[in-house]
């Protein structure tokens, strides 16, 4: 018997590698606990599926942008986000547009505000995506209305996550009150992030979640430059930016990313856009194409690119 106690114990590969696993989450667990900060265990385990999709408008290069059929597409295409623009109309509904007017994509002519939601919905807005790309037309488009915030989450729930877009907030005092209050009403805390040019809006959103993704978006008119001072404000109240891709370059984004924020460039279309944003080391990019993306991401884990 005590011959038997004094031979090594013999310890399993399997029980071996089981018994550090449980050591690395338990410290991990320790982390975060001191930390104070959500962790996104996925992120860790699996990094090459950090590299986020956000469906611009919808998979808005084969359907009609900010309608429910871009959405749908979107969510089959598999994107990470369905970026939402929202504007608001004459009685004070939340609606997926992005311009100012319904002139370029419906049949009809006018700014959103001064239209009810009736008079919105009355028009044609798809009609206009099939005259302009027939390769990608179809005969169902033609029928698509422009939809409401509350619409596009009772149509997907939680089986999505929603990037909304504050759009021109200060025409719409109020907007972001109504934006949280479908949130909550649809208990999607959890499946959205919001951006928006207004540093006000982001502010205002920040002041009622911690912990909801907040997105600066930015605009260059030239070759992209941000201070130090500029980063360290946007953190302090924002996770990232957004920003448009043919104005950035590689040190650009390894500024930002050393600052702390997180950057998603929009919007980035053509498979060589692409490619230059992963190898950049990107967290999420804006394209009208999400398949398109996620296979070049494939190609470029896989070496074939």
Same mark, same amino acid.
């Given at each position: 018997?005590?011959?038997?106690?004094?031979?090594?114990?013999?310890?399993?590969?399997?029980?071996?590698?089981?018994?550090?696993?449980?050591?690395?989450?338990?410290?991990?667990?320790?982390? !975060?606990?001191?930390?104070?900060?959500?962790?996104?265990?996925?992120? +860790?385990?699996?990094?090459?599926?950090?590299? !986020?999709?956000?469906?611009? %408008?919808?998979?808005?290069? /084969?359907?009609?942008?900010?309608?429910?059929?871009?959405? %749908?597409?979107?969510?089959?295409?598999?994107? *990470?986000?369905?970026?939402? *623009?929202?504007?608001?109309?004459?009685?004070?509904?939340?609606?997926?547009?992005? *311009?100012?007017?319904?002139?370029?994509?419906?049949?009809?002519?006018?700014? @959103?505000?001064?239209?009810?939601?009736? $008079?919105?919905?009355?028009?044609?807005?798809?009609?206009?995506?099939?005259?302009?790309?027939?390769?990608?037309?179809?005969?169902? /488009?033609?029928?698509?209305?422009?939809?409401?915030?509350?619409?596009?989450?009772?149509?997907?729930?939680?089986?999505?996550?929603?990037?909304?877009?504050?759009?021109?907030?200060?025409?719409?005092?109020?907007?972001?009150?109504? +934006?949280?209050?479908?949130?909550?009403?649809?208990?999607?805390?959890?499946?959205?992030?919001?951006?928006?040019?207004?540093?006000?809006?982001?502010?205002?959103?920040?002041?009622?979640?911690? *912990? @909801?993704?907040?997105?600066? +978006?930015?605009?260059?008119?030239?070759?992209?430059?941000?201070?130090?001072?500029? +980063?360290?404000?946007?953190?302090?109240?924002?996770?990232?930016?957004?920003?448009? /891709?043919?104005?950035?370059?590689?040190?650009?984004?390894?500024?930002?990313?050393?600052?702390?924020?997180?950057?998603?460039?929009?919007?980035?279309?053509?498979?060589?856009?692409?490619?230059?944003? @992963?190898?950049?080391?990107? =967290?999420?990019?804006?394209? =009208?194409?999400?398949?398109?993306?996620? $296979?070049?991401?494939?190609?470029?884990?896989?070496?074939?690119?």
């Amino acid at each position: 018997m005590f011959k038997k106690l004094l031979q090594p114990l013999r310890i399993t590969r399997l029980y071996f590698y089981a018994l550090h696993l449980m050591l690395l989450l338990a410290l991990t667990s320790v982390i !975060v606990l001191l930390s104070g900060h959500r962790f996104d265990f996925p992120s +860790l385990f699996f990094p090459k599926e950090g590299i !986020v999709t956000v469906a611009h %408008r919808g998979a808005s290069g /084969y359907a009609p942008e900010c309608t429910l059929a871009s959405y %749908r597409l979107g969510v089959r295409m598999k994107a *990470d986000y369905i970026e939402i *623009d929202l504007q608001e109309t004459k009685d004070g509904q939340l609606v997926a547009m992005h *311009d100012k007017t319904v002139n370029r994509t419906t049949n009809g002519t006018g700014r @959103v505000k001064n239209m009810t939601l009736a $008079e919105l919905q009355s028009l044609d807005a798809g009609s206009w995506f099939n005259d302009k790309y027939p390769i990608y037309a179809r005969e169902e /488009y033609a029928s698509e209305r422009v939809p409401t915030l509350r619409e596009i989450f009772e149509a997907f729930g939680k089986n999505t996550r929603y990037m909304l877009e504050t759009k021109d907030p200060e025409e719409y005092p109020g907007m972001e009150e109504k +934006l949280w209050a479908l949130v909550e009403e649809f208990d999607l805390k959890a499946h959205v992030a919001v951006q928006s040019f207004s540093k006000e809006s982001l502010v205002k959103i920040r002041s009622w979640d911690k *912990d @909801v993704p907040l997105f600066q +978006l930015l605009w260059y008119n030239r070759t992209a430059r941000i201070s130090q001072a500029m +980063l360290t404000e946007i953190g302090g109240y924002a996770n990232g930016i957004g920003v448009n /891709y043919l104005r950035i370059d590689e040190s650009y984004v390894h500024k930002v990313k050393a600052s702390g924020l997180l950057i998603y460039p929009y919007t980035v279309n053509y498979q060589v856009n692409m490619e230059n944003t @992963v190898n950049w080391g990107v =967290d999420g990019v804006h394209t =009208d194409f999400p398949d398109r993306f996620r $296979e070049v991401i494939a190609e470029l884990d896989n070496g074939e690119v």
